[in-house]
């Protein structure tokens, strides 16, 4: 069976994919990242295992990096599985057949959120407001806080996609590079080490606080007017 998993939602895509995995416990696992290639898929597809053993391969961002094609993608084996992963919103080619689609996406109130924190904001707590139930949202904030740091810093778009292994397109870097010119280095430190500090103290047990309470104190202070 062929899969391909994609979308913005990142954490339950991972998790549908171990979900699919766990279904074929005795199953060779091959990975491929942005490392290999598309000759490495090609050479692990036609391979026969010493032990006749079946085999799951999973490719992450193949189709994003179009290190594969739909003519590829159309020639593997129906009896083989493998999992193309693209973490971000693709544009799935017409010329597929016989492949299982799935999208998974963000709810837009996450990314509004994201995009509004800056100092002296009070759009961000009014929307922070209305993501009680959201998960891992210090985690999503954390990862926001880490793009504004290395763009503050000047860092070019490939050395950030490299050093995080995960892809990031023109417009998504522009905005990260427009958000963090209204911020100094010193407040975006400090926030990203108030989150850290955040999370281990969820993790230890030793807040009961929820994370919309613990980031409004956060933000009022050190994004205050």
Not at 35 to 43: A, Q, V
Not at 119 to 138: C, D, G, H, V
Request: with cysteine.
């Amino acid at each position: 069976m062929i899969h391909i998993i994609h979308g913005q939602d990142t954490t339950s895509s991972y998790n549908f994919i171990e979900v699919l995995l766990g279904k074929y416990p005795n199953y060779q696992k091959i990975r491929f990242t942005h490392e290999h290639t598309r000759e490495n898929f090609k050479e692990s597809l036609l391979s026969q295992n010493l032990f006749s053993q079946n085999k799951t391969i999973i490719c992450e961002d193949y189709l994003f990096q179009k290190k594969i094609t739909a003519a590829d993608i159309n020639q593997i084996p129906q009896n083989q599985d493998v999992i193309f992963w693209e973490r971000q919103k693709i544009k799935i080619p017409d010329k597929i057949k016989n492949a299982s689609i799935q999208e998974f996406k963000k709810p837009a109130i996450l990314f509004q959120f994201l995009d509004s924190v800056s100092p002296k904001s009070t759009s961000a707590l009014l929307l922070l407001r209305r993501l009680t139930n959201e998960s891992n949202l210090i985690w999503h904030l954390a990862y926001r806080l880490q793009l504004l740091i290395f763009a503050k810093k000047g860092l070019p778009k490939e050395a950030v996609a490299n050093f995080l292994k995960k892809p990031i397109a023109t417009w998504q870097w522009q905005k990260i590079q427009n958000q963090a010119k209204y911020f100094q280095m010193e407040t975006l430190n400090k926030i990203f080490s108030s989150l850290l500090k955040i999370d281990y103290l969820k993790k230890q047990g030793k807040t009961q606080l929820n994370d919309t309470t613990l980031l409004t104190l956060l933000f009022l202070k050190h994004l205050k007017s």
